[in-house]
């Protein structure tokens, strides 16, 4: 299992990637953001990995 995140230009907020990978749009948790993330603007290679092992990573 792996962990990757990305980081909210705007207001530093840490996401973690496989939460976009299952919502693929997120609205920024941080307080007072109006930034919009997508699975689509990670790297290729982590959306592939993802998507590939969708089930190692599912929160239910």
């Known amino acids: 299992m792996r ?3 990305i980081t909210c230009p705007d207001c530093g907020t840490v996401l973690a ?3 976009l990978e299952s919502e693929r749009v997120l609205k920024c948790p941080g ?3 109006e930034a919009v993330h997508r ?3 990670l790297p290729e290679e982590v959306q592939r990995h993802y998507e590939t092992n969708a089930d190692s990573y599912r929160m239910d």
């Open 3 to 5: 962990i990757e995140t």
């Open 17 to 19: 990637a496989n939460v």
């Open 31 to 33: 307080l007072e953001c």
């Open 39 to 41: 699975f689509a603007d």
